[in-house]
């Protein structure tokens, strides 16, 4: 690290790719290009890395191969490789694995919770409070993750006050951090001033993340809202990866290379090389059905054919 | 319009994917389909528009049929229907055609002056004086734009005095409003609110607007920034007609659904109906070779793809 990157003050860019990425893909990526993938990302400087998921393999089977993920990686110093575990049986599997990083994923809305996770809010949280008893004993670091900050497909818009109260649910179970998400991607700069004006009265900036989709577009300006308001760490997918925006699925991951440009520019210190990020992009892209649809991701692309081009040009 | 949008502030947005947007596709449209799809995007809402360009036809091929278009338009009340000229001759084929409002191109860099309009900026400057002239006689409107104002591709950074330069001389010639353009996409909040806090300092944030590509994920971001600094007229293309994500040439322009999408949940007026918006998309979207990239257009049409599906199955 330079001397002029140490004086820029740090956010911290939690690559979310190998799990909530590939998660909502539907190709069949091989567990050996899960974990080059995974260590690429590192080598670009990646700190915090949603690695896989330790959920039932019937209900998710593209993590079906979460313990041979973590068996195969390379576990860098200084890197934390979260996994997510939906309950305990999970969080054994995980422990099993050599894991010491978790995530919890709940929601700030009844109807997402019910149709994503199968619970009311309240039991996923009674579920979390025996995880939680045993990570505490083990020394497991814990990250909470709340979806439907602003809105919900089923329940509509998302009160405030109901994101606080999961938010400090997970706070107090011992999470070191929360992460906020607009799963749906639909808010604004308005929204995300609103839902921090809020939390920001009760919470530390440092305790929260924001995870947001660009579904709508709006991803990047939602982050300068965060910075705006004193939040310095966020949510990335490599590439946008998950959010093929050619798919009328489309979940809409902001990409990380969007989020590093912008963090980049201004004059915050990410750790991360663009570059290097790029060429990690390109080791999960071959096994996609769909380019990757990240646009800082596709410039670099671009720039790289037309030197390429120009090379070839001169060397004729 | 009800009440309650006549209370909000009102944002300008110039649709320009008629022009800018057409101009940068591949794809040979028919005048018929440009036609429909000027009257579409009025219909939505749209109060300026950048309609054809009276270009060389043989440096502009996709540009031929200017006149065939204008003759072909029916004219609303209330909505200007802007043509780029980039000389006199074109002045006078955009007089001919009934053009009454017209758009000035030049660049705040030499070296992109040189490429795009094969000039200096000081020559194009003095060819758009014989064009006042006339216009001004005619009573016909003109419209500047300013390209590469963060940066060019051949000359790297550009210097905010520079921009300041260029469009005081456009404002000089009679221009009732300037568009400074991020041709490249790389700008950030952090460029935009540079640049603008040394124009605002001379010119009324009234005389300018702020054109935007996203190619580098920063548009929506940067519209923020610059309603942040006062500024209420923006340039957009339609679906982000122009700006191809999947190819090595992508453009970028900003999405104007994008555009209008922000502005709505910011509490701002446009006059535009988003839905409708995006059907206007639909009327261009099959004359291309590849889908609209917008990303609130294409959240829109999986949103509509989801519910004909859902009726479908409610009525099998």
Redesign the interface.
């Known amino acids: 690290m330079s001397a002029a990157s140490e004086a820029r003050p740090q956010v911290l860019v939690t690559e979310v790719g190998p799990r909530d990425g590939l998660q909502n893909e539907k190709a069949a990526v091989p567990t050996e290009a899960k974990v080059r993938f995974v260590d690429a990302l590192v080598a670009a400087g990646v700190r915090q890395i949603e690695t896989t998921s330790f959920v039932n393999p019937k209900r998710v089977p593209a993590m079906a191969d979460a313990a041979d993920v973590f068996a195969l990686l390379p576990r860098r110093p200084g890197v934390r490789y979260v996994a997510l575990v939906p309950n305990l049986k999970g969080y054994e599997r995980a422990r099993a694995a050599g894991c010491d990083a978790i995530a919890l994923f709940t929601a700030a809305s009844e109807g997402f919770a019910r149709a994503n996770i199968n619970m009311t809010i309240e039991q996923s949280l009674a579920g979390f409070r025996d995880i939680a008893k045993a990570a505490a004993a083990d020394g497991v670091s814990m990250r909470g993750y709340v979806s439907t900050v602003f809105a919900c497909p089923y329940d509509g818009p998302t009160a405030p006050d109901q994101v606080l109260k999961v938010t400090e649910a997970l706070l107090d179970l011992g999470c070191y951090e929360v992460s906020l998400g607009d799963t749906i991607?639909v808010g604004?700069?308005?929204?995300t001033h609103r839902l921090l004006g809020i939390l920001l009265r009760y919470l530390p900036s440092r305790m929260l993340a924001l995870h947001f989709h660009?579904?709508?577009?709006?991803a990047?300006?939602n982050?300068?809202?965060g910075l705006e308001d004193g939040l310095r760490s966020f949510d990335a997918s490599a590439g946008g990866l998950g959010g093929c925006?050619?798919a009328?699925?489309?979940s809409?991951n902001l990409?990380t290379e969007?989020l590093v440009?912008?963090l980049d520019?201004?004059?915050y210190d990410t750790g991360i090389d663009l570059d290097a990020l790029v060429s990690a992009g390109d080791v999960i892209s071959p096994f996609l059905d769909h380019?990757l649809?990240?646009?800082?991701h596709?410039?670099v692309?671009?720039q790289r054919?037309?030197r390429a081009q120009l090379a070839a040009t001169e060397a004729s």
């Open positions: 991607g604004t700069p308005t929204d660009d579904t709508w577009g709006m990047v300006a982050v300068v809202a925006p050619y009328p699925s489309a809409g990409a969007d440009y912008l520019h201004l004059g380019p649809p990240g646009r800082v596709q410039a692309q671009s054919a037309r």
